[in-house]
């Protein structure tokens, strides 16, 4: 089992370029997530879903869009980025519904908006 | 509203000292899990516990410990005789059935010193 795998780990992008993030879990788990991390913030709840083909915002969703077509996958789109957005993304998944385990996380991506 | 309050930014102590890590938080949700977590400066997250609203008791793992009381609504984290390998960020989080969101306190910095 390789858990939650995401890439890229590290990418720089300049100021209204678009990227996505890519996010895969092999634990067939229903609910996945999306997470940034910033100095003093905590991780902050961008986007989540409870399954394939439902997603919500989270704390923090301006500026990111979600979609969630399979099980495995959850990637997450930046359409113009803005230096703001500098930060540590992280990815999780875990078991839902019923009885929510703990998140498993992917190492995180290191992004740069110059 | 669904918020998790860690107040203690950063604590610095000397090995072997004990340190208790804080954690408040408020729901409105009669059923929901709290959990810690570890950030090491390598900074992948590494899950510590999890503890559903039904089961105050408190739990031991070698030199750590939890205690959760719901008259307070805290779940504060006792790190027995501190060792250096200790040093880390902890994230006290919150799961709640009625938000269907995984939320995380600001993290506290704990700093062990040889």
């Known amino acids: 089992n390789a858990g939650v795998t995401q890439t890229p780990k590290f990418q720089v992008l300049k100021t209204g370029q678009s990227m996505t993030l890519q996010c895969a879990q092999d634990m067939n788990h229903e609910y996945m997530s999306w997470y940034r991390q910033d100095p003093g913030m905590g991780l902050r709840l961008i986007h989540y879903?409870?399954?394939?083909?439902?997603?919500d915002q989270g704390e923090v969703p301006n500026g990111y869009n979600v979609s969630r077509s399979t099980t495995e996958d959850f990637p997450l789109r930046l359409l113009s980025a803005a230096p703001s957005q500098t930060s540590v993304y992280f990815c999780a998944s875990s078991s839902f519904p019923g009885r929510y385990t703990e998140a498993f996380f992917g190492q995180g991506t290191r992004l740069t908006v110059v | 509203a669904q918020k998790v309050t860690q107040a203690q930014t950063e604590i610095s102590v000397v090995e072997k000292e004990d340190v208790t890590l804080d954690c408040v938080y408020e729901?409105?949700?009669?059923?929901?899990?709290l959990f810690w977590y570890k950030q090491p400066p390598s900074g992948e997250l590494v899950f510590l516990i999890r503890r559903n609203s039904f089961d105050e008791q408190n739990e031991i793992s070698g030199r750590y410990s939890w205690n959760f009381q719901k008259s307070t609504s805290s779940f504060n984290f006792t790190i027995t005789a501190s060792q250096v390998v200790d040093s880390a960020v902890y994230f006290c989080?919150?799961?709640?059935?009625?938000?269907?969101?995984?939320?995380f306190g600001a993290g506290t910095r704990l700093a062990v010193h040889p």
């Open positions: 729901t409105r949700d009669t059923t929901y899990y």
């Open positions: 989080a919150h799961f709640g059935g009625g938000y269907n969101k995984l939320i």
């Open positions: 879903s409870v399954g394939a083909g439902i997603t």
